[in-house]
């Protein structure tokens, strides 16, 4: 399995960006796993965005205080995409995003692999 973040660019405070994570070589891949965005800045540890699994009994999600009512996070099993809906962007939300995956559902960002390449989000004041 490849994980593929996209949609990243650069855009003014209190702009929009949907991220895009696409997981190629196996279907229903976000039905399936434990699934998460972090971002990362140069000289810091990577910050957990939104961490999702999703279960017959409902949707699991955890979410980062600064992405609280701002960020949002859905998918479409059709496209075996994931998005992740950024409003109202502030220069502090500057980082390149990752999408990953885990075993179980976690905030450790130490427990997620299949690191794609990231997508880099500037946000300009």
């Known amino acids: 399995v490849q994980l593929q973040a996209s949609g990243g660019g650069l855009v003014q405070t209190g702009g929009s960006l949907r991220l895009a994570c696409v997981a190629s070589?196996?279907?229903?891949?976000?039905?399936?796993?434990?699934v998460a965005w972090y971002r990362h800045t140069p000289g810091e540890q990577r910050d957990l965005v939104i961490s999702w699994l999703h279960t017959a009994s409902g949707d699991r999600r955890t979410a980062a205080d600064s992405a609280k009512g701002r960020f949002t996070v859905s998918r479409s099993s059709a496209e075996n995409t994931m998005y992740l809906q950024m409003n109202s962007l502030e220069p502090s939300d500057s980082a390149v995003y990752y999408c990953?995956?885990?075993?179980?559902?976690?905030?450790?960002?130490?427990?997620?692999?299949?690191w794609g390449q990231g997508t880099q989000v500037t946000v300009s004041s």
């Open positions: 990953a995956r885990a075993n179980g559902y976690s905030t450790n960002w130490r427990e997620y692999y299949n």
């Open positions: 070589g196996t279907g229903n891949f976000f039905r399936l796993n434990s």
